[in-house]
C-alpha cells in the first residue's frame, strides 16, 4: 500500500510539473497562441492593460512572453513581465507620464476581440505560407512576434509584427501587417 501512494504521489507531481508549462511548447500558430492569450489573461485577468506583448521562440527554451502590463492603468504603473518555461517572473515595474487632458488606458491595449494573438498566430501561418510561396523556403520557425501599439493611442494604427528565420539560420524574413490582417511589407 505504501508503495502505490508513493507511485501515485509521484505520478501527480510529474503530471503537474508538466502541465505548467504549456506555454512554451505551443505551436506558432492560431491555437498555440489562443493558448498562450488564455495564460496571460489568467496571470493579469481579463481586463489587463498592455503597452508591450512579444512572443519569441528559442530552439533550447521553448517559447518565451514578454510583456509590460497593469491591471489599473491611472495608477500609472506598469510591470515588466518574462514567462520562460512555465514561470513568471516580474523584471521591472516602470511608471508611465501622461500628457494632461489623456487618460493612460488610451496609451494601452487590451486582449480582446480587435487585438489579439489568435490573429497573431494566424499571420504567423500566412507570413510562412508567404515565404513558401515567394522564396520556396519551407523549414522556417518562429523568431519574434508581436504586437506594435502606436504610442498616439490611435487603435486602428496598431500592427502586428511576425519574424521568421529557416531552421538551419540564416537571413530572417520581417512581415508587418496592419490590424486587419493587410500585409504592410516584407523586407530581409
Known sequence: MKRFKYIFITGILILSMSCGDKVSKQPANSKGFTII??????????????????????????????????????SLKMGQWSLMKGNWKQNSEIYLEVPNGNEAADFMFQLNEKINLSTLGELVEKATKELKKQKNIENVELDI?????????EIFK???????????????????YTIDKELIGMNY
Request: aromatic share 16%; net charge positive; proline share 5%.
Open 158 to 176: 496598431t500592427e502586428y509584427y511576425v519574424i521568421l528565420e529557416p531552421k538551419n539560420g540564416g537571413t530572417t524574413f520581417k512581415f508587418r
Open 37 to 74: 492569450e488564455d495564460e496571460l489573461k489568467k496571470k493579469f485577468g481579463v481586463n489587463a492593460y498592455y503597452t508591450d506583448l512579444t512572443i519569441s521562440y528559442d530552439k533550447s527554451m521553448g517559447n518565451l512572453i514578454g510583456v509590460t502590463v497593469t491591471k489599473a492603468p491611472e
Open 145 to 153: 512576434a508581436f504586437i506594435k501599439f502606436p504610442k498616439n493611442g
